[in-house]
Structures are given as structure tokens and as C-alpha cells.
């Protein structure tokens, strides 16, 4: 099933709710058969973009390319052929959650029923009960039940680990790596970094309506600086005058520091001048990446640099 | 009293939270009064015509479900008739919402959680509900005694009259309180507090059916169900002529009673939960549901039989009166005018026939709103955004609210001609014939009932929010320009054209005439398109996320 090429393609896309703009001149693209992580902070226009990708909202200008349909006016063929867990589900209080369930699996053109038996053994949720006496954890079951137990091409989930347990969780990614397993795409909308560092193969960030930086994490990593630790005998001197070291704390034989990627040579170099005794170092975690593009610390020379990345 | 602890805050925050409603609750009560017993006054002039329109409900088992005149002789007792059942309805309907509000609405959305981590007793969120439920009351009870008075009504009969409404608010209060221990939803509390205010009017009801007629007092003696119900208490106070104020003793016993039993059963459950657990449901959908014509009847068919059992009662009610009438207005001359206005006719029982259907039709706008409304309640709620990024279109999503609201109604103008047709023709013989004539008077009201449904999806497409604002507008201008309340105030020709309802053939009165019904059909069908392509083309308007 897996779909060659670029299954969302949005370039340049704008959308206003009156004088507020949304999304400014946004772009992204989804290839075939991966899990793509779409990640920033709310309101920076995930919802937005969800929602135009599935012709709820309708955009104002640029280029956006679904299944390689129009999302806007090719929306009910469109959706045959994909599954949509929105943000914080709002049920019908008087129908049940298996009742729900048949009810959007019907909807998007039919479900197969033995994995609905299956996810919802796995999921531990009850559909005999009335949606409204849910919680939203399992309000969210619902939709992921309904969504997982179609057959369809691409997934949209908009933050859809929200209100889950961290035992459902893990069942979450055992199933979207399934999904990816059979061929499918999944645009996987988080702030949740440790769902997107474990499921997504590629990632895009993106802040007030743009996109910052895009690509897969190993690149995003290369983009970033390494936190090093650093013990030795002799007293460490002239770090502070090296290129590419920032953030620098030390005291006599001790130091600590976030180097560039691209100066870190330099750097041990320096380093095995002072008899080292100990060195720690890890790549930053996507949580750090991602602050670095709304931390302040960052300057912005260097965010310039990294969003070439996103063309 | 630990239990009680942070009962003045939490007073001081459910009376926040109510600032508007409650006020609007007492407000539009007053205000129906204040409009109604000046109209009530103009209907009986006189002794004679007093007399006369007490009889013909007296005599009338089935219209004696909708209340009894108190006795006494004077306009206070057709108020009583008139009004005490409607006034019990709305004091038990504002008493159970607000005490479900404040306690198991608030289990429901966790907001007790927070309150009950801080300093406040187990009971003092029920006391706190229980305590403005009392209050709400006796506010509503001032109202109501307040305009009663100023219009001249005997100031002993109207403080009896009001304190019982009041009774029953508080009745219904202490019921409420008890089921939000017993269920573990708001929804299910509520509605089984709403089956037991029914119950307490189908009781009271039944007991005025069954009492026995005094032909030389002009009396009705109730039979034993009315004793049962606190709307009973309140009509057999006989407030403008006997003022029992013992019967409102009753009401207080019951309320104290039933609140110690809230008490002590919020005791016996966990936080949260209720003595009951909730109903398991289906786990697969019926097939009848996965269709979005499905979805929307089984969404909205409580609210359609809701109204079909009204639709009966009121069928058989207005087909029994129908014996009775040409009699009623030989007696009355102010009836009589009245209704040769609304009736345009001098053959009474036409006359009749016109005013009643013309209230239906105009009535069943209501049941046109509450379908129609639901999309936009969807769309703002969200569930529309489920279902629309499935394969269902815009177009099919739409169609299937104006399908469900016409069918609905044509269904509900066909319930209540068929209850009153026979009904008639059991009266007064020749049912065929009256069956006939209802239905045709009843039904051709159809074409305005879809324009109104076609303004709220045209505005539904255009101004999404200002949805309901504008529906209401419409219909609450459609009936005062309508033919009834228009005729009554004498309105310019001009502006009774606004009204969709004006061109409504007045059958039997008028012979049927198919021009306005088609030009209206037409109408209706242009706002249905209209609505289709351009809701089709507009942004859906929902909750940012």
C-alpha cells in the first residue's frame, strides 16, 4: 500500500482567522511509508494545518497537495482512504463508545472487525459505555480504535497521546509502528518529545505559522550542539577562547560545556593537553532541540542556518 | 457540624455561577404572567363569562389534566386553572436543574475534585445546592405574587397561589437531591428528577380526571392521586377561596425529608460514583445508526417523543372540548369575539379548529429549531469535525438535520390530527368527516414550518454563530406577526405579512389554497440550496486546538 513520493506536500501556505495569521507562508512535506513527527508548542498552527490538510478549513493561499488530491475539493474521496484522531475527541454523551466506533469506521467507508475486537482488548477500553461518562483518555481510545481498526493509507493524529496512561502509550507506538510496518504514513502532531524521538523517522518543527526546521532527527541533531563534561588533573584553561563553545561553567579541573558539532575535533584536541580523567558527552535530546529554536539563548544567525534545512 | 464546613463560600460561588440564569428563570416567569393574566382578564368579562369558561374545562374530564379552578368565584381561581400546572412545571424544572448542577455536574467535571481537596465539609456542596434551591423559590414565589397582585387578583389567594408553586419547586429539589446520589451521570440524574416532576403532574392530573363535578357549586372534588403529587397539594390549597395553608406543610415535610435521605445516602458512596451504576449500552452500533440520517433521528428522537406525547394529549384534550364549544360561546360573549378574531369566522367551531391548529403549527417551530440547531451545537462542540473529516460530505451531514426536522414535524402534525380527529368524531360523531378536517387544517401549516427551517440553514451557512440568536428571532417574530397573537394586537397588514404563518390558508374557516403553500415550498427549497452550496464553501467554524 505504501505510497511512493510525497503524500502531504504543502508549500507556502497561508491562513488568517481574521487579522491573526495562522500560518505564514508554511511549508512541509510527508514522503510515503513514514512517520512523520509534527512538533510545536500550542497555537504555533498544528491544529491549523491538520485541519486544512482535511478540508475543514479552507486555505488563503500557497499550495497544499494530500494523497495527491486537492484536500479542499476532493475532501470526500480523500477521506476514504485516511483516519483522523482529532484534539481532545468530543463524543455524543448518549452513545456508547462501540457504538461511536462503528458508527466513524462506517463512515470512512467501513472497518475490519477483527482488529476492532483486538485494539479494543488492547486499548482495555469498554464500549458499552456512554461516551459521556468517559474520561478523556478514553475518549481518546475511542478515536485511536476507530482510527487503527480502518485500513487506510495515511493516518492524521492530532496529539493523540494526550490523557493516555504510559502503559497505553507504549500500545499507542506498537500500533503506529504497525501501521508503518503495512505501508502506512502516519503525520504524528505532538509536544510530547519522547512519543516523537521513538516513533518519528523525520520531523518538522514548527513556531508562529512557520516552519523552523525540518528534517530527521539525526540531522536535526548534527544541526545542534553536544553537551560535554569534562574532568582532569591539570587546571583546564583557554576553553573560553576556543570557536564553538558555549555556555561554559568551570572551576578548576572541571568543566562543562555545549559544543558545535562542527568544532568538537578542535576541542578534544585542546583538551588532552590537561590529562584527562574523565569525559561525559551526550547528543542533545530532541526536548533540548526544540527549545533551542525557542529558547532564548540561541542566537539567531545560526536558526537562519538550520532552516535552510526545510527547503 | 464539620461536614458543613465552607458551606457560606460555597453559596457565594453556585450564586456566581447562577447570576444569569436564575435571575432569567424568575424574570421570564413574571413576565409570562404579566402578560397572560391581563389577557385572561379580557377573556372573562364577566360573572357569566367566568362562569362559563370554568365549566366547559370542568366538565371536561380530559381538559381537567391541565389543572381545576380553585372555586371562589372570582378571576384569581381561572388563573389558578390556568396557570398553577404551567408555573409547577417551570418552578420544578428550574429547582432540578439547579440542584443537579450543583452537586453531580460538578462530580462530573471533576470540579468537586478540587473543591473537595479543600477546606469544605463532605455535605457542604448538596447543603449549599439545597439551601439556593430554597431561595430560587421563594424568589420565583415573590414574583409571581408580585404581578398577581398588581393586577388586582385578592392578595390571601395570590400569596397561597404562588407559595404553592413554590412548594412544588422545593418538592422537586429534595427529589433532585436525591438522585444525584442514586445515578453517576448528571445527564441520568436530571433525567429521572424530570420522570418524577412528570409523574407528580400526571398524578395530580389523573386525580382531577377521575374527581367528581359539582354541577350547583361549580366544583371540581379531585380523587385520590392528587393527594400523591405536590402539584396536587398546591391546587387542592384552593388558594382564592379555601387557603389551606396546611397542604404547604406537605411540601416542606417532603423537602426536609427526602434532603436528610440525600444526606445520608451521599454518605453511603464513593466519590464520583453513584448507588446505581451507569446502564451498560451496546457495544456494536445498531445498523440503523451508522448513516448520518441515523445518527441525527437517534440523537434527537427523546426530544421527537417528548413532543409526540404531547402532541397526544393535546389531540385528545382539544377533540373532547370540541363538543362543548358552540355551548361555551353561546355563554360567553367575550369568548365568543375573541375568538371570531383569531377564527376570522362566525361558525364557532371552525373558529376553534383555526385558533387551535394555528397554535400547533406555530408551536411545532420549536421542534423545526431544536433539529436544525443541533449542526451548529455540533460544529461548536466539535463532533462535526469528527464526522466531517470522514467520507461523509458537507452536503449529505446537512441534508440529513433538514430531512430529520421535516420528517419529524410532518410526523408530529399527522400525531396530533390523528388524537384529535378521533377524538372529535367521537364527540360529535362523524369521524371521517372531522378527521378530514383537522388534518387538512393541521397539516397545511407544513410549508412555513420549512421555511423556518430553511432560514436557520441559510444563517447556519452565512453567520454560523449567530445561529441560534438569529433562528429564535425569526420564530419569535413569526409568531407575534403569526395569526393569532397578530390579530390579537391588531398589527398592520404589512407587518402580519412578515410572518411565514400569516399565509397559512385558515382552514376551515378559508377554503385551501395552494398558491402561498407553493410560493413558501419554494421558498423553503431556495434556503435549503442556498445553505447546501454555501456551507459547502465556508470554513468550518470550531474550537481552536
Known amino acids: 500500500m505504501g505510497t511512493p513520493g510525497n503524500v502531504i506536500k504543502i508549500s507556502g501556505l497561508v491562513k488568517r482567522f481574521g487579522k491573526t495569521l495562522a500560518l505564514d507562508e508554511f511549508n512541509m512535506s510527508v514522503q510515503g511509508g513514514e512517520v512523520h513527527g509534527f512538533l510545536g508548542p500550542n497555537g504555533a498552527g498544528k491544529s491549523t494545518t491538520v485541519r486544512i490538510l482535511l478540508g475543514l478549513l479552507r486555505r488563503d493561499g500557497g499550495e497544499v497537495k494530500l494523497l495527491g488530491g486537492d484536500p479542499w475539493r476532493d475532501a470526500v474521496s480523500l477521506h476514504r482512504r485516511l483516519a483522523y484522531v482529532p484534539d481532545d475527541v468530543k463524543l455524543w454523551p448518549n452513545l456508547t463508545g462501540g457504538e461511536v466506533i462503528d458508527l466513524l469506521g462506517r463512515l470512512r467507508g467501513g472497518l475490519n472487525p477483527g482488529r476492532r475486537a483486538e485494539l479494543i482488548e488492547r486499548f482495555k477500553l469498554d464500549p458499552t459505555k456512554k461516551c459521556g461518562t468517559y474520561s478523556r483518555g478514553n475518549r481518546q481510545k475511542v478515536a485511536l480504535v476507530a482510527a487503527f481498526a480502518s485500513d487506510v493509507e495515511l493516518y492524521l493524529m492530532d496529539e493523540p497521546t494526550t490523557g493516555l496512561d504510559p502503559l497505553m502509550v507504549l500500545t499507542f507506538r506498537e500500533y503506529v509502528k504497525q501501521a508503518r510496518d503495512n505501508g502506512s504514513t502516519v503525520l504524528l502532531s505532538s509536544h510530547i518529545f519522547a512519543d516523537v524521538e521513538a516513533l518519528c523517522d523525520r520531523l518538522t518543527i514548527i513556531r508562529s505559522g512557520k516552519c523552523v526546521q525540518a528534517g530527521t532527527l539525526a540531522e536535526l541533531r548534527h544541526l545542534t550542539r553536544t553537551k560535554v563534561h569534562v574532568e582532569s588533573e591539570k587546571p583546564i584553561t583557554g576553553l573560553d577562547r576556543l570557536q564553538g563553545v558555549h555556555a561554559l561553567e568551570q572551576n578548576e579541573n572541571e568543566a562543562e560545556f555545549h559544543v558545535d558539532v562542527d568544532a568538537i575535533d578542535d576541542v578534544l584536541r585542546h583538551l588532552v593537553n590537561f590529562k584527562i580523567k574523565a569525559l561525559y558527552s551526550a547528543p542533545p535530546s530532541l526536548e533540548e532541540i526544540f527549545m533551542g529554536h525557542y529558547g532564548e539563548e540561541m542566537p539567531s544567525g545560526e536558526q537562519a542556518g538550520v532552516s535552510e534545512v526545510s527547503k | ?545
Open chain 2, 1 to 545: 457540624m464539620k461536614t458543613l464546613t465552607g458551606i457560606g463560600a460555597m453559596i457565594r460561588v453556585a450564586l456566581r455561577r447562577d447570576r444569569i440564569q436564575l435571575p432569567l428563570w424568575i424574570i421570564l416567569t413574571g413576565g409570562f404572567l404579566a402578560v397572560a393574566v391581563p389577557t385572561w382578564k379580557g377573556v372573562v368579562q364577566t360573572e357569566e363569562d367566568l362562569r362559563a369558561a370554568i365549566e366547559l374545562f370542568a366538565v371536561n374530564p380530559a381538559a381537567r389534566l391541565f389543572g381545576i379552578a380553585s372555586g371562589g368565584e372570582s378571576i384569581g381561581e381561572f388563573v389558578m386553572l390556568e396557570a398553577f400546572a404551567t408555573l409547577s412545571i417551570v418552578a420544578g424544572l428550574m429547582s432540578f436543574l439547579l440542584v443537579v448542577r450543583h452537586t453531580r455536574k460538578n462530580e462530573d467535571t471533576r470540579r468537586a475534585e478540587l473543591i473537595g481537596s479543600s477546606v469544605v465539609g463532605r455535605h457542604a456542596g448538596l447543603a449549599a445546592a439545597l439551601i439556593l434551591a430554597v431561595f430560587a423559590n421563594v424568589l420565583l414565589a415573590t414574583a409571581i405574587a408580585i404581578v398577581l397582585i398588581a393586577n388586582g387578583l385578592a392578595v390571601t389567594g395570590s400569596i397561597a397561589m404562588s407559595l404553592g408553586v413554590a412548594g412544588v419547586g422545593i418538592s422537586i429539589a429534595g427529589v433532585a437531591a436525591v438522585t444525584a446520589q442514586v445515578y453517576s451521570t448528571s445527564r441520568s440524574a436530571s433525567g429521572m428528577a424530570g420522570a418524577v416532576l412528570a409523574a407528580m403532574f400526571v398524578l395530580s392530573g389523573a386525580g382531577n380526571m377521575l374527581g367528581r363535578y359539582d354541577e350547583a357549586t361549580v366544583w371540581v372534588h379531585s380523587a385520590w392521586p392528587s393527594w400523591l403529587s405536590p402539584i396536587g397539594w398546591g391546587q387542592q390549597m384552593r388558594p382564592f377561596a379555601e387557603n389551606d395553608w396546611w397542604l404547604l406543610g406537605l411540601s416542606v415535610a417532603f423537602f426536609l425529608v427526602l434532603s436528610m435521605a440525600a444526606f445520608w445516602l451521599a454518605t453511603r458512596r464513593d466519590f464520583g460514583m453513584g448507588l446505581l451504576p451507569e446502564k451498560p449500552g451496546p457495544a456494536r452500533a445498531a445498523p440503523g445508526l451508522v448513516n448520518p440520517f441515523g445518527l441525527v433521528w437517534r440523537l434527537q428522537r427523546g426530544v421527537f417523543f417528548g413532543w409526540a406525547i404531547g402532541m397526544v394529549a393535546f389531540g385528545v384534550i382539544y377533540g373532547s372540548i370540541s363538543g362543548e364549544i358552540e355551548g361555551f360561546m353561546a355563554e360567553s360573549e367575550t369568548a365568543r369575539e375573541l375568538f371570531e378574531v383569531i377564527g376570522g369566522t362566525e361558525v364557532m367551531l371552525d373558529a376553534f379548529i383555526v385558533a387551535i391548529t394555528g397554535i400547533i403549527g406555530m408551536l411545532l417551530g420549536v421542534y423545526i429549531l431544536q433539529v436544525t440547531l443541533r449542526m451548529r451545537r455540533e460544529e461548536a462542540d466539535g463532533q462535526a469535525e469528527a464526522l466531517l473529516a470522514t467520507a461523509l460530505s458537507r452536503c449529505r451531514w446537512m441534508a440529513s438535520y433538514i430531512f430529520n426536522a421535516l420528517l419529524g414535524v410532518t410526523l408530529l402534525l399527522f400525531i396530533i390530527s390523528l388524537s384529535a380527529g378521533l377524538v372529535a368524531g367521537l364527540v360529535l360523531g362523524d369521524t371521517a368527516h372531522w378527521l378530514g378536517e383537522i388534518t387538512a387544517a393541521t397539516v397545511v401549516y407544513l410549508p412555513a414550518l420549512m421555511v423556518l427551517a430553511g432560514v436557520v440553514v441559510a444563517v447556519f451557512a452565512f453567520l454560523p454563530q449567530k445561529t441560534a440568536m438569529i433562528g429564535w428571532s425569526v420564530f419569535a417574530i413569526s409568531v407575534i406577526c403569526g395569526p393569532i397573537i397578530g390579530d390579537m394586537l391588531d398589527l398592520p397588514e404589512a407587518v402580519l405579512n412578515l410572518s411565514p404563518f400569516t399565509h397559512i390558508p385558515q382552514m376551515p374557516a378559508e377554503s385551501f389554497n395552494a398558491a402561498p403553500l407553493l410560493i413558501m415550498l419554494g421558498v423553503a427549497l431556495g434556503l435549503f440550496i442556498l445553505g447546501l452550496i454555501f456551507f459547502r464553501r465556508r470554513n468550518l467554524n470550531l474550537s481552536s486546538g
